[in-house]
């Protein structure tokens, strides 16, 4: 089997990306139209043209980065927007730029579940200002 031409293997990675389509793709990096489908199935499963076509995704989403988070600041911004996606789409932003809001467990541990020993000098404070008003063990 001969080897695969570099501006083919480029050519095809890009029209797949671009269309979807390994079989035009591979009639539009030059391949004859009869064996177009044929050869597009042994392309895709060749290691250099699936490299080539992971650079090609990751360059398409990429690019893609900034329209998306545009729809997604229109979707938190927008008051027209039914509050469940506007929620959603708040918890993605704040997901993709690292905030972890804190599990349900953990909000449960309060200080009344310690000993009054083992309280912070923080904790005893905001208790002692009125911001904990939980009872001690």
């Known amino acids: 089997m ?10 095809f990675t890009q029209l797949y990306v671009s269309t ?3 079989t035009q793709a591979a009639i ?15 392309w895709l499963r060749n290691p250099a043209v699936l490299a080539l076509l992971r650079d090609e995704i990751d360059g398409y989403l ?3 980065a900034p ?13 027209e927007t039914p509050p469940q996606t506007r929620l959603a789409a708040a918890r993605d932003i704040l997901d ?3 905030f972890v809001a804190p599990k349900r467990s953990e909000l ?7 000993p009054i020993e083992q309280l912070s000098r923080a ?3 905001r208790i002692a200002d009125g911001e904990d008003n939980h009872r001690f063990i």
């Open 62 to 64: 990429r690019d893609l």
């Open 108 to 114: 449960a541990v309060t200080v009344a579940e310690k």
């Open 28 to 42: 539009g990096a030059g391949c004859p139209a009869g064996s177009a489908a044929v050869t597009a199935h042994r």
């Open 67 to 79: 329209t998306a988070l545009k729809a997604l600041r229109h979707l938190v911004e927008c008051r």
């Open 123 to 125: 904790e005893l404070e």
């Open 20 to 22: 979807g389509n390994a």
């Open 96 to 98: 993709r730029v690292g």
């Open 2 to 11: 001969p080897a695969l031409d570099p501006i083919k293997r480029k050519m």
